[in-house]
């Protein structure tokens, strides 16, 4: 059974959706951002204050390379995932690629009293998310077998979504 793999923005639901998913199949779940916390013992914030979002984004590419290897397991990619476009031909070649497509303004609003992600610790945090939205949404689909719509990001609306194109 090949990998499940969710990419999308960030406060897009990947984690959530990524955890119902995997219960339902009875399959492991990994989330690639958790993966390199325990890898490192360290949080993403401080990872990019020491090593830089280049230093992440090398733990990034290797981790997603060794979770990818595990037949059937679902994945939750951070939502930097797809600029790297190794990361892209990995992705598409081992799995099915499933986007979560959640406009910007829920995703501000999602993510607007988090600290914990490094890009949206910026003065204006909603043109930010707009910014990375307009950049990333065509790698999205470039690497994406399946785009989900997810309206305002309800996590059980898009579960059901996936399940009834994916097997
Ligand atoms: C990032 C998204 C985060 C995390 C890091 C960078 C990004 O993951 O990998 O802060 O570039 O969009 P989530 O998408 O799980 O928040």
């Given at each position: 059974m090949s990998c499940l793999i969710l990419i999308g923005m960030?406060?897009?639901g990947k984690t959530t959706v990524g955890k119902e998913l995997a219960r339902r199949r009875g399959v492991r779940f990994a989330d690639v951002d958790q993966e390199i916390i325990a890898r490192t013992g360290v949080s993403i914030p401080t990872i990019f204050e020491i090593e830089g979002e280049a230093g992440f984004r090398k733990r990034e590419s290797q981790a997603l390379n060794d979770l990818t290897r595990e037949s059937g397991i679902v994945i939750a990619t951070g939502?930097?995932?797809?600029?790297?476009p190794g990361n892209r031909e990995l992705m598409a070649g081992r799995g099915v690629v499933v986007y979560l497509n959640v406009p910007p303004q829920i995703l501000w609003e999602r993510t607007?009293?988090?600290?914990?992600?490094p890009l949206l610790q910026v003065e204006n945090p909603r043109a930010r998310i707009e910014e990375l939205y307009r950049a990333r949404d065509p790698l999205y689909r470039e690497v994406a077998d399946i785009v989900i719509d997810?309206?305002?990001?309800n996590p059980g609306t898009m579960v059901r979504q996936i399940e009834k194109v994916v097997q």
């Amino acid at each position: 059974m090949s990998c499940l793999i969710l990419i999308g923005m960030m406060g897009a639901g990947k984690t959530t959706v990524g955890k119902e998913l995997a219960r339902r199949r009875g399959v492991r779940f990994a989330d690639v951002d958790q993966e390199i916390i325990a890898r490192t013992g360290v949080s993403i914030p401080t990872i990019f204050e020491i090593e830089g979002e280049a230093g992440f984004r090398k733990r990034e590419s290797q981790a997603l390379n060794d979770l990818t290897r595990e037949s059937g397991i679902v994945i939750a990619t951070g939502g930097g995932a797809v600029l790297d476009p190794g990361n892209r031909e990995l992705m598409a070649g081992r799995g099915v690629v499933v986007y979560l497509n959640v406009p910007p303004q829920i995703l501000w609003e999602r993510t607007r009293t988090d600290r914990n992600r490094p890009l949206l610790q910026v003065e204006n945090p909603r043109a930010r998310i707009e910014e990375l939205y307009r950049a990333r949404d065509p790698l999205y689909r470039e690497v994406a077998d399946i785009v989900i719509d997810g309206g305002r990001g309800n996590p059980g609306t898009m579960v059901r979504q996936i399940e009834k194109v994916v097997q």
